[in-house]
C-alpha cells in the first residue's frame, strides 16, 4: 500500500518537474555559453544553478521517495 503511493506520487511529479526543469535549462545554457559583455560574471552564477536543476529533480524524483520507503520499513519492521 505504501509502495504504490509513493510510486504514484512520484509519477504524478514527473511531468511538472521535467517541463520546469527544461525551461530553466534552456534559460540557463545561454547565459553559461554566452561571451557578451559582463558574460564572465554571469556564466560564475549560472553555472551552480545549471547544477542544482540537473541534480534536484533526480533527489526529488528519486532519492526521497528510496529514502522514506527504508525509514518506513524500519519503523514498522
Given at each position: 500500500?505504501?509502495?504504490d503511493?509513493i510510486?504514484?506520487?512520484?509519477?504524478?511529479?514527473?511531468?511538472?518537474?521535467?517541463?520546469?526543469?527544461?525551461v530553466i535549462?534552456?534559460?540557463?545554457?545561454?547565459?553559461?555559453?554566452?561571451?557578451?559583455?559582463?558574460s564572465?560574471?554571469?556564466?560564475?552564477i549560472a553555472?551552480p544553478?545549471?547544477?542544482?536543476?540537473?541534480?534536484?529533480p533526480l533527489?526529488s524524483l528519486?532519492?526521497?521517495?528510496a529514502a522514506?520507503r527504508?525509514?518506513?520499513?524500519?519503523?514498522?519492521?
Open positions: 500500500m505504501v509502495l503511493a510510486r504514484e506520487g512520484a509519477m504524478l511529479r514527473v511531468r511538472p518537474k521535467a517541463m520546469t526543469v527544461a535549462l534552456a534559460g540557463l545554457i545561454p547565459i553559461v555559453w554566452g561571451s557578451g559583455t559582463g564572465e560574471v554571469m556564466s560564475r553555472a544553478m545549471l547544477g542544482g536543476m540537473i541534480t534536484a533527489l528519486f532519492i526521497i521517495p522514506y527504508l525509514m518506513r520499513v524500519r519503523s514498522t519492521g
